[in-house]
């Protein structure tokens, strides 16, 4: 069973809008979650994370929000640049425990020009 | 910027052929990973370790066999490889549990078996 699922494949947004990448998780003990975003051929690359003590955590253009009754977060990105087009990963641990990350299955966002 | 490295980036080996997938990370870190990602699939956690002399399996059984005898070395070995091997490996590193919670990966690696 999924513990981290991404139920967006994909997202177009135009250029200089709000990107929001949605996802869910099912275990209440992750204390830690992260976003990374992947080129093809690539590894990913960190963006931003939040921890479950907080509800919001902001970096430049990178807004992350945890929903801990619902078990959801967003990433949302503003405004949103050609360049932020990728596969976006929402990624949980549990930090006392295994210190294992546990991805999504990734949403592929495309910003248009 | 993160130093993990991963060799080869890319490769292409027969069938029954031994291979040994290098990763290296220059920061310290206690903890690494394995991840295999499938094209449009989540990133699988085939091994991790902990620390020296430390190997774990992940949550996706593997074929594959790690080590890990010195902190930055974490090379992973299929003895023989099978074209169902074929995909992209993916190495990290953290400090989890001792500072910042995020993992950092390398560059990855394309294997497919013919």
């Known amino acids: 069973d999924q513990q981290v699922k991404q139920n967006s494949p994909s997202l177009s947004v135009q250029e200089g809008r709000i990107s929001i990448l949605n996802c869910d998780y099912t275990?209440?003990?992750?204390?830690?979650f992260l976003w990374y975003k992947k080129y093809p051929a690539e590894g990913p690359t960190f963006l931003i994370s939040i921890s479950s003590i907080k509800d919001k955590n902001e970096d430049g253009r990178f807004t992350v929000f945890l929903n801990k009754s619902a078990k959801h977060l967003s990433l949302h990105i503003v405004p949103s640049q050609p360049g932020d087009s990728a596969v976006y990963f929402c990624a949980a641990s549990e930090g006392s425990g295994t210190y294992k990350y546990i991805f999504g299955t990734g949403t592929r966002l495309k910003v248009l020009a | 910027e993160a130093d993990i490295y991963q060799t080869p980036r890319y490769l292409v080996i027969g069938t029954g052929k031994k291979i040994t997938l290098e990763c290296s990370q220059t920061?310290?870190?206690?903890?690494m990973y394995w991840y295999q990602q499938d094209p449009g699939m989540e990133l699988h956690l085939i091994h991790y370790?902990?620390?020296?002399?430390?190997?774990e399996k992940g949550d996706l059984s593997s074929e594959s066999t790690v080590s890990r005898i010195r902190t930055e070395h974490f090379p992973l070995t299929l003895e023989s490889a099978r074209p169902s091997h074929t995909s992209q490996y993916l190495c990290a590193s953290s400090e989890f549990g001792q500072g910042a919670p995020e993992a950092f990966f390398g560059q990855g690696t394309r294997l497919t078996v013919v």
């Open positions: 370790s902990y620390g020296v002399n430390s190997t």
């Open positions: 275990n209440s003990m992750f204390d830690y």
């Open positions: 920061m310290g870190h206690d903890k």
